[in-house]
């Protein structure tokens, strides 16, 4: 692995269905971040853990919980998807949580919930 | 609350210079980052500004005065690969980012 990672690449969910996506990321950053991305807003952050252990909410977390059980893994986990969770979510990680740290971002997951 | 404005569009020719702005209102400032965004892709980090200035890293330069709350991405010899979009995020003062809706740059030949 290179990098940050995340998988699946798309879905395709049927409304009330739980789901998990998953991002893994080998570069040993500390901070990590789920952002959902819709046309014509800016990334938006659902939830962040600062280290392991430790998660957060950010800007939009209702209906999406997170877990950080080790540095390297991040899962974003759906419990009954609306169609309001139709974006790409992006996973991200960086150096540090406490600024000036670039963002290194994973290559989405496109989801689409009917 | 928390803004960050930008351009939704803009077009420029291959081989010219196009300036990007973004005017930000945020709680607190940590810092300025420009990203870029091609269709389809992940966004990848261009600059980060903290302290007021110009910050020239090849074709790409990002300026930043913290008092006007104002920052702008300046692209020379613009290159068909150019064509994407361009994003703008402060660190608030809890130092997460909040983004800008991101400024789509069409280069015509």
């Known amino acids: 692995i290179a990098g940050i990672t995340q998988a699946p690449t798309s879905q395709i969910l049927a409304a009330g269905r739980r789901m998990t996506l998953r991002c893994t990321q080998d570069m040993r950053h500390n901070a990590m971040y789920w952002y959902r991305q819709d046309l014509g807003l800016g990334l938006r952050l659902i939830h962040y853990?600062?280290?392991?252990?430790?998660?957060g909410k950010g800007e939009v977390p209702d209906g999406y919980s997170v877990s950080r059980a080790n540095t390297d893994d991040f899962p974003l986990t759906l419990a009954s998807a609306v169609p309001s969770q139709t974006s790409v979510y992006f996973c991200a990680s960086s150096d540090s949580g406490s600024g000036g740290g670039e963002q290194f971002f994973g290559p989405g997951t496109r989801l689409t919930v009917l | 609350g928390q803004n960050i404005d930008q351009p939704t569009e803009m077009t420029a020719t291959e081989g010219a210079i196009v300036q990007i702005n973004c005017t930000y209102q945020t709680s607190g400032f940590n810092g300025l980052f420009w990203y870029q965004q091609h269709a389809g892709e992940a966004p990848t980090f261009l600059s980060y500004?903290?302290l007021d200035g110009l910050e020239e890293k090849g074709r790409f330069s990002s300026f930043l005065s913290r008092s006007k709350g104002y920052s702008y991405l300046l692209l020379k010899e613009l290159q068909m690969k150019d064509s994407a979009s361009y994003l703008c995020a402060v660190s608030d003062s809890n130092y997460q980012l909040i983004w800008g809706a991101g400024t789509k740059l069409i280069i015509k030949p």
């Open positions: 853990s600062n280290t392991a252990g430790t998660t």
């Open positions: 500004n903290v």
